[in-house]
């Protein structure tokens, strides 16, 4: 008889369920849910970096995703579910109690955005990644940065809660541990959040909290109180081992199994970071650089030990044993903004929609609203088409695709972009092609600072929105990289790596070499360099390194 497995993908703005077929990898059906709250602008203040989530849309969107997927299932199939995998954003973390219950699920902190998730790309920390920074450098011990690139971002762990313990004394006083997004679901699910008890994940811990073999777990807590007395006693609440993501983080608990309409004791793997079962679900393999295209970018490799060695690979996002494949060590990278760009010339350009079409006289409230949907609808569509137009040139606009500060190579929060070069002639085409050759760029950035630190890419597979929905941005960056990109053919390849895990979880594979064979689903398009344009694009890139050298103390946020 068959058996099927779920794979959850926690999103940005949604959450995704996905039944597959674990011996084919057939993708039986999938089902998304929208988080209310965040989806309706609550909780984000973007003058201060702040992006903050509800740990109730998460439960909320889980339970709707689950069973808008499952309700198109026949029995036989739902009854026959035996593996649950989760991936999530991340650094996404929340201050818990000591029953690991989120505080923003108590009543007096229900609308205390510091008692909720802090979001992947939440900068409010970035004062205290500098004086991590700083103080790993300095402080006489070890350097705790040097696995993560050596350099700490404030997208991660440490920095953000740092950041809240220093802001918000009445968190400072109840908070008792901390828990990434990726381990407090599989817990939910499984029916354990006791923080002491929770099985870390390894691709969270290793790549976001410095956490290390070589020092034995987390930063020394003479390093973590040198860096401030408020961390003094916290590492005792947090965890020492951390676990892969082909264990078992415990099974489906009855009061979730009641919730979703699925069977007590389904096996919940281990949680893992969206990006890094992504790559598994895209087939990732050595010297295969996986690209995860959507508001932002992951960018992902594996190696083995062997290669490594004891080879430190700067100005990345970390190098951990196991985040990705057991037994390779995980490498990450990526763009702080890629995708969300785009959006946000799309708003730029749909102010006034927003602001003064609701005073145009003459038009009652259905046309307006028709009006705004199909405009902001076809912005970016009619911009590629337009960018795609303009003749291959050396135009005088250059952008710097530093819009939420750079997380590599050598993430630096405190970067701000930049559009150069307009003059009385620009028009929304020719900004929207350099915004889209900045994010190619900043892509080709990290390409060659992985080659510069040694490692091999000889091919490059892409996922997410963009590589589905966008062939000029494809196109563009193709060209720009100077090599093939393959499209994985799922639309849902994280929730799919996740599915695969919870496969091996399961016990249905022995190792995730075996899930990805048995259940990978190909590709669907690939995307050949340009030779016309792969010349010319090396000279605006040589332009935007050397701009980009020159600019970033003057664009640098005080």
Same mark, same amino acid.
């Given at each position: 008889?068959?058996?099927?497995?779920?794979?959850?993908?926690?999103?940005?703005?949604?959450?995704?369920?996905?039944?597959?077929?674990?011996?084919?990898?057939?993708?039986?059906?999938?089902?998304?849910?929208?988080?209310?709250?965040?989806?309706?602008?609550?909780?984000?203040?973007?003058?201060? *970096?702040?992006?903050?989530?509800?740990?109730?849309?998460?439960?909320?969107?889980?339970?709707?995703?689950?069973?808008?997927?499952?309700?198109?299932?026949?029995?036989?199939?739902?009854?026959?579910?035996?593996? $649950?995998?989760?991936?999530?954003?991340?650094?996404?973390?929340?201050?818990?109690?000591?029953?690991?219950?989120?505080?923003?699920?108590?009543?007096?902190?229900?609308?205390?955005?510091?008692?909720?998730?802090?979001?992947?790309?939440?900068?409010?920390?970035?004062?205290?990644?500098?004086?991590?920074?700083?103080?790993?450098?300095?402080?006489?011990?070890?350097?705790?940065?040097?696995?993560?690139?050596?350099?700490?971002?404030?997208?991660?762990?440490?920095?953000?809660?740092?950041?809240?313990?220093? *802001?918000?004394?009445?968190?400072?006083?109840?908070?008792?541990? =901390?828990?990434?997004?990726?381990?407090?679901?599989?817990?939910?699910?499984?029916?354990?959040?006791?923080?002491?008890?929770?099985?870390?994940?390894?691709?969270?811990?290793?790549?976001?909290?410095?956490?290390?073999?070589?020092?034995?777990?987390?930063?020394?807590?003479?390093?973590?109180?040198?860096?401030?007395?408020?961390?003094?006693?916290?590492?005792?609440?947090?965890?020492?081992?951390?676990?892969? #993501?082909?264990?078992?983080?415990?099974?489906?608990?009855?009061? =979730?199994?009641?919730?979703?309409?699925?069977?007590?004791?389904?096996?919940?793997?281990?949680?893992?970071?969206?990006?890094?079962?992504?790559?598994?679900?895209?087939?990732?393999?050595?010297?295969?650089?996986?690209?995860?295209?959507?508001?932002?970018?992951?960018?992902?490799?594996?190696? #083995?030990?062997?290669?490594?060695?004891?080879?430190?690979?700067?100005?990345?996002?970390?190098?951990?044993?196991?985040?990705?494949?057991?037994?390779?060590?995980?490498?990450?990278?990526?763009? #702080?903004?890629?995708?969300? $760009?785009?959006? =946000?010339?799309?708003?730029?350009?749909?102010?006034?929609?927003?602001?003064?079409?609701?005073?145009?006289?003459?038009?009652?409230?259905?046309?307006?609203?028709?009006?705004?949907?199909?405009?902001?609808?076809?912005?970016?569509?009619?911009?590629?088409?337009?960018?795609?137009?303009?003749?291959?040139?050396?135009?005088?606009?250059?952008?710097?695709?530093?819009?939420?500060?750079?997380?590599?190579?050598?993430?630096?929060?405190?970067?701000?972009?930049?559009?150069?070069?307009?003059?009385?002639?620009?028009?929304?085409?020719?900004?929207?092609?350099?915004?889209?050759?900045?994010?190619?760029?900043?892509?080709?950035?990290?390409?060659?600072?992985?080659?510069?630190?040694?490692?091999?890419?000889?091919?490059?597979?892409?996922?997410?929105?963009?590589?589905?929905?966008?062939?000029?941005?494809?196109?563009?960056?193709?060209?720009?990289?100077?090599?093939?990109?393959?499209?994985?053919?799922?639309?849902?390849?994280?929730?799919?790596?996740?599915?695969?895990?919870?496969?091996?979880?399961?016990?249905?594979?022995?190792?995730?070499?075996?899930?990805?064979?048995?259940?990978?689903?190909?590709?669907?398009?690939?995307?050949?360099?340009?030779?016309?344009?792969?010349?010319?694009?090396?000279?605006?890139?040589?332009?935007?390194?050397?701009?980009?050298?020159?600019?970033?103390?003057?664009?640098?946020?005080?």
């Amino acid at each position: 008889m068959s058996r099927y497995v779920i794979g959850l993908d926690f999103g940005t703005d949604s959450v995704r369920a996905l039944v597959v077929d674990a011996k084919t990898g057939k993708e039986i059906s999938s089902g998304i849910a929208y988080y209310p709250r965040w989806n309706s602008g609550k909780y984000i203040d973007t003058l201060k *970096n702040q992006f903050r989530q509800h740990p109730l849309d998460y439960l909320e969107g889980m339970e709707v995703a689950v069973k808008i997927t499952t309700d198109k299932c026949n029995e036989s199939i739902k009854k026959n579910i035996v593996g $649950i995998g989760i991936d999530t954003t991340g650094s996404t973390l929340c201050a818990v109690d000591e029953y690991g219950s989120p505080l923003a699920l108590r009543e007096d902190f229900r609308d205390e955005p510091d008692a909720m998730f802090i979001l992947w790309k939440d900068h409010t920390a970035v004062q205290e990644a500098i004086e991590i920074n700083g103080k790993a450098k300095n402080w006489c011990g070890i350097d705790y940065t040097k696995y993560e690139g050596g350099v700490y971002s404030s997208e991660w762990f440490w920095a953000k809660i740092l950041h809240v313990l220093r *802001n918000n004394e009445q968190i400072r006083k109840v908070a008792f541990s =901390w828990v990434e997004h990726c381990d407090w679901i599989p817990a939910i699910l499984s029916g354990n959040t006791n923080p002491l008890k929770i099985n870390r994940s390894r691709c969270a811990a290793g790549h976001k909290a410095m956490w290390h073999e070589d020092w034995n777990g987390l930063p020394s807590e003479a390093f973590l109180k040198n860096l401030d007395p408020l961390l003094d006693g916290l590492k005792d609440r947090l965890y020492k081992e951390t676990y892969t #993501s082909n264990k078992k983080a415990g099974e489906l608990c009855e009061k =979730w199994a009641k919730k979703l309409g699925l069977k007590p004791g389904i096996a919940i793997a281990v949680g893992a970071l969206d990006a890094h079962m992504g790559a598994v679900g895209g087939g990732i393999k050595e010297r295969i650089l996986v690209k995860i295209m959507g508001t932002s970018t992951c960018d992902i490799l594996v190696a #083995s030990k062997e290669i490594i060695k004891n080879k430190l690979i700067n100005g990345i996002c970390g190098q951990v044993d196991g985040s990705v494949i057991p037994g390779l060590i995980g490498l990450e990278a990526g763009q #702080s903004a890629f995708g969300d $760009i785009y959006a =946000w010339f799309k708003d730029l350009l749909s102010w006034p929609i927003a602001n003064i079409l609701p005073e145009v006289k003459g038009l009652n409230e259905n046309n307006r609203t028709q009006i705004k949907r199909e405009i902001e609808e076809k912005i970016l569509a009619r911009l590629s088409k337009d960018s795609e137009q303009l003749k291959f040139r050396n135009t005088t606009i250059l952008a710097l695709d530093w819009l939420n500060g750079r997380r590599s190579p050598f993430a630096d929060q405190t970067l701000t972009g930049a559009i150069l070069g307009l003059n009385l002639g620009t028009n929304a085409p020719m900004i929207y092609r350099a915004l889209v050759e900045a994010t190619a760029f900043g892509s080709r950035a990290i390409n060659e600072q992985f080659i510069k630190e040694g490692m091999e890419i000889d091919e490059i597979i892409s996922m997410g929105g963009i590589p589905k929905k966008d062939s000029y941005v494809m196109q563009v960056t193709t060209d720009i990289l100077n090599k093939p990109i393959k499209v994985a053919s799922s639309n849902e390849t994280c929730a799919l790596g996740a599915a695969m895990f919870g496969a091996v979880a399961a016990g249905i594979y022995k190792d995730i070499y075996e899930a990805q064979n048995s259940m990978k689903t190909g590709f669907s398009n690939i995307y050949y360099p340009k030779k016309s344009n792969v010349e010319k694009y090396d000279e605006l890139y040589s332009i935007y390194i050397s701009l980009g050298k020159d600019l970033e103390k003057y664009l640098r946020k005080t």
